[in-house]
């Protein structure tokens, strides 16, 4: 499976929007992005996934670049239950996952 | 219940004891994974059952962990002689698909947090 690169930490005001970037430049055809988060103390939390069209769900955005290549989580409006480190995975169905280090998210009051 | 249930939440052996860690997953779902989080690190996979078939076990670190889910639904992780190296959270996650992307939709468990003396 692709490796993803993910920036260690970045923050964000609390009502911007949170836009977290992820590198996948080794995908393969058939790997999906996924995201999931996990909030201090608690398991790791599905967030979306995608194959090449951009998705939306209740809690974010996934936009994936025309190539693949590289991806972007979209919280519209940050919360500060938003604070969490978010994983960036790439793989192909019915693989098992493998958590790399994350982006630690940090909203400001 | 609604989620994957884990017990206990918290477990203090001494080095030496056998350990059990148990998992009951959401009702229906077939695959279950166990993974371990050391602190300040990312999940790390140990274990895979679909329905009560281990299909995976290449994360296991050492042959005093085993894991076993005999009627495909309640899991155990066993961990005997436990060492401190062995302190961490152990996270269990179930998904209702075992084919396809919806079989990486995974609910976690809150984990159960092991303390090695």
């Known amino acids: 499976d692709a490796k993803t690169t993910q920036p260690p930490s970045m923050d964000c005001a609390e009502g911007r929007a949170a836009n977290l970037p992820c590198n996948h430049s080794t995908i393969s055809g058939n790997e999906y992005v996924y995201w999931y988060r996990q909030i201090h103390s608690q398991g790791p939390q599905y967030i979306i996934h995608g194959l090449k069209n951009n998705e939306t769900n209740e809690m974010a955005s996934l936009i994936i670049t025309e190539d693949r290549k590289s991806s972007t989580l979209i919280l519209p409006h940050a919360t500060l239950r938003d604070t969490a480190v978010y994983y960036c995975?790439?793989?192909?169905?019915?693989?098992?996952?493998?958590f790399g280090s994350g982006t630690r998210l940090s909203i400001r009051p | 219940g609604a989620g994957v249930s884990q017990s206990p939440r918290y477990k203090v052996a001494k080095r030496g004891q056998d350990v059990a860690l148990r998992c009951d997953p959401i009702?229906?779902?077939?695959?279950l994974f166990w993974y371990q989080q050391a602190l300040g690190q990312g999940p790390e996979f140990l274990t895979y059952?679909?329905?009560?078939?281990?299909?995976?076990k290449s994360g296991l670190p050492s042959d005093r962990f085993f894991a076993e889910r005999p009627e495909g639904s309640v899991s155990t992780l066993k961990i005997q002689r436990t060492q401190q190296e062995d302190s961490a959270v152990y996270l269990c996650a179930s998904s209702f698909r075992d084919r396809g992307a919806g079989a990486n939709v995974l609910t976690f468990g809150a984990g159960s947090r092991l303390t090695v003396l």
């Open positions: 059952f679909q329905n009560e078939a281990q299909l995976d």
């Open positions: 009702s229906g779902h077939v695959s």
């Open positions: 995975i790439t793989l192909s169905s019915a693989s098992k996952i493998i």
